[in-house]
């Protein structure tokens, strides 16, 4: 796992997104989208890939967001085949 993936995963969860950064702590590798405008797409998530427990966690405003989760951790599956 790396931080290049967890963007990808990010990429194909949410496309349209203006610019995406991604980065990493010693417990996850995280990555995150901005819009120009929160108007124009909706607002940014931000995703975690935690290492201890081989997870993928959504984050809104800093706040945990479950709706997305479930299809980013089958994209993560997805992705390790």
Known sequence: MSKEIILS???????????YISGETPEY??????NDYSMQHGYGIAIRYYKSSNKIRAYQNGYRYKNPEQKLNEILCQNKK
Do not use: N, R, T, V
């Open 9 to 19: 995963i990010l990429k194909e969860y949410y496309s349209q997104g203006d610019d």
């Open 29 to 34: 590798y995280w990555a995150c989208y901005s």
